[in-house]
């Protein structure tokens, strides 16, 4: 069975840095790119960014380069976004995602940046 499992989402205030975490399992983990989504209530899921099956990160969302770095450790089958200089405009639910057919998304973690 195939689970993504979201964590690490808080308040935390602007210019504050936060980890979030993407624990995978029930597929292999190493053929996959994972990507982190976030959702605006109201407002269309947007890709935040992408780490490749390679390990290379790619698709940075314009507003998050040179703030949010995402990596994976294979071996333990995680994905991080690690966000730093936060702003409000930076509020709202964050995914993580496996492409395939099916797809899959975890259940969000909710990142607050008050303004």
């Known amino acids: 069975q195939v689970r993504l499992v979201e964590s690490g989402g808080d308040l935390v205030q602007p210019g504050g840095s936060l980890t979030l975490t993407c624990a995978a399992s029930g597929f292999p983990f190493t053929a996959y790119p994972i990507s982190w989504y976030r959702q605006i209530p109201g407002k269309e899921r947007e890709l935040v960014a992408t780490?490749?099956?390679?390990?290379?990160?790619?698709d940075y969302l314009d507003s998050v380069k040179g703030r949010f770095t995402i990596s994976r450790d294979n071996a333990i089958m995680t994905v991080y976004l690690q966000m730093n200089g936060l702003i409000p405009e930076d509020t709202a639910v964050y995914y993580c995602?496996?492409?395939?057919?099916?797809?899959?998304w975890g259940q969000g973690t909710l990142v607050i940046v008050p303004s």
């Open positions: 995602h496996r492409p395939g057919w099916p797809e899959y």
């Open positions: 780490i490749t099956a390679e390990d290379i990160p790619t």
